[in-house]
């Protein structure tokens, strides 16, 4: 068929003004804004995404409402601090509107670690009755999708769900248990991000940067410079680039987190690796020394390893409480010596969030149990001073417990120990001269100190003699 002039006409005509219109607009926001989200309160709150450069988008909320436009494909505008309220829509407007809907404002958490903190609702105790009991509209849960990624990215795959007994069952115990205690002692929408990743190493929850310039850290960048594997999670990194740099800067109060049990083995290392990640997450979040609350790791049998070396990893553990603004849950005494996955995880969440309800938003309680302050030899006897004993001390179902003593020649025998007052006291007719006390040394302790409030003593020790994973990296 011979195509007349009119028809070519009407062709050219028909490219030409497709050539000449402008291009679509392209406005999507990050992963995390999504509909049942929630607002960090009282901060400043960025709103982010891509778009068209040049393209000018318009973000409205409540009654703000903040245009910018994009560079380099990227937008971001920054609301003003939000006071919680009834659920209200988010709109991003840039030749098309997006409505996000059923947002609301309150306390945001992220929740992160390997296996304790991926751990679900579904096997946790009670599960059944824990899940059909979990009728909270006003929790919000986001999980991250696990992926490793060999430098940082802007996004990541998710979605916010109402939590319900359909949404709960799939998501982090701990997280929904802290969250749970949070919302119903402050009566608020709470707000949990789970990022999270079994059996991984803290250094592959590090950015590079915050690696580099520890000379103890060097074999850990040399092991990832040898060659990124794109299945393998335990890599320097890989996971802050995948999974918490996606995140950035979303506003939140705090994080929690759960994890040390693939570090275990160089627990020296860790006591300088942990509190490095924590600055590094601070840092890059950009929003001051947030609230960083951790579990100790419960007790457990790791095979034919030294029992001393979870014993280290909560000594690093322990140290990490001189970092402003965090704190530590206990966990000696809800632990499994046969299952490195506990299914006590509500005692867990109520623990870090008595951390999070005193330090975080100012109540009154006691939120720790003892925890090691000083010593002082008196002749034959070593006295321990602890810090946190709330009520006063108490040994649970009969005598202390866990305590060894020694002398100069730094071998440790069993010793008794008794409560004084807000001290304890050590001894042992094998042992003239003390120099040392040390605590629940071992994986597997059953130890019985406890405040009258039910939190249990940290594992501690006085002295500063060689460590086994010394020099491990």
């Known amino acids: 068929m011979r195509t007349s002039r009119w028809q070519l006409w009407l062709l050219v005509l028909a490219i030409t003004c497709c050539l000449a219109a402008p291009a679509v607009a392209a406005v999507k926001p990050a992963a995390l804004f999504c509909d049942h989200m929630v607002l960090q309160r009282d901060a400043k709150v960025p709103v982010w995404g891509t778009a068209n450069d040049g393209e000018q988008v318009t973000v409205a909320f409540r009654d703000q409402e903040v245009s910018t436009v994009a560079k380099g494909g990227k937008w971001i505008v920054w609301l003003k601090p939000l006071e919680p309220g009834e659920p209200s829509d988010l709109t991003i407007a840039a030749g098309y509107t997006i409505t996000i809907k059923n947002v609301l404002v309150g306390e945001v958490w992220v929740c992160s ?145 759960y994890q040390g049990e693939s570090n275990r083995s160089r627990a020296e290392q860790y006591a300088k690796l942990f509190p490095a990640m924590i600055t590094d997450w601070r840092k890059n979040w950009g929003q001051g020394d947030f609230p960083f609350l951790y579990v100790q790791l419960a007790p457990f049998r790791y095979g034919n390893a030294d029992p001393a070396e979870c014993a280290e990893l909560w000594e690093a553990q322990l140290k990490t409480l001189s970092l402003p603004n965090t704190g530590m ?60 004993v709330g009520g006063g001390l108490l040994a649970k179902g009969g005598p202390l417990t866990e305590f060894t003593i020694a002398g100069e020649d730094r071998k440790f025998v069993p010793a008794v120990a008794t409560i004084d007052g807000d001290t304890v006291v050590v001894q042992s007719d094998e042992v003239a001269k003390p120099v040392a006390v040390r605590f629940a040394w071992n994986d597997t302790p059953s130890p019985n100190l406890f405040n009258k409030e039910g939190l249990p003593a940290s594992p501690f020790r006085t002295d500063d003699f060689p460590m086994i994973t010394a020099g491990k990296q």
């Open 329 to 388: 849950a206990v966990t000696t005494d809800i632990g499994n010596f046969t299952n490195i996955h506990p299914t006590n995880k509500q005692d867990v969440g109520k623990r870090l969030a008595l951390w999070a309800l005193a330090g975080t938003y100012g109540e009154d309680i006691v939120y720790s149990g003892p925890l090691y302050e000083s010593m002082s030899v008196e002749g034959s006897k070593i006295r321990i001073k602890l810090n946190h």
């Open 113 to 257: 670690g390997q296996s304790n903190m991926q751990w679900s609702v579904n096997g946790a105790d009670n599960a059944e009755q824990e899940i059909a009991a979990a009728n909270y509209p006003n929790i919000r849960l986001f999980t991250v999708a696990r992926k490793p990624q060999p430098e940082p990215v802007d996004d990541c795959v998710g979605a916010w769900s109402v939590c319900s007994p359909e949404t709960v069952g799939n998501f982090s115990a701990v997280g929904y248990f802290f969250g749970r205690c949070l919302n119903k002692e402050l009566n608020v929408p709470i707000g949990l991000i789970n990022t999270s990743w079994g059996g991984t190493i803290a250094e592959a929850w590090t950015s590079r940067p915050g690696l580099e310039g520890e000379g103890d850290f060097k074999p850990i960048l040399e092991r990832r410079d040898a060659g990124f594997k794109p299945n393998n999670p335990n890599q320097a990194s890989v996971l802050y680039n995948g999974m918490i740099h996606p995140l950035l800067p979303f506003a939140i109060r705090g994080a929690i987190w």
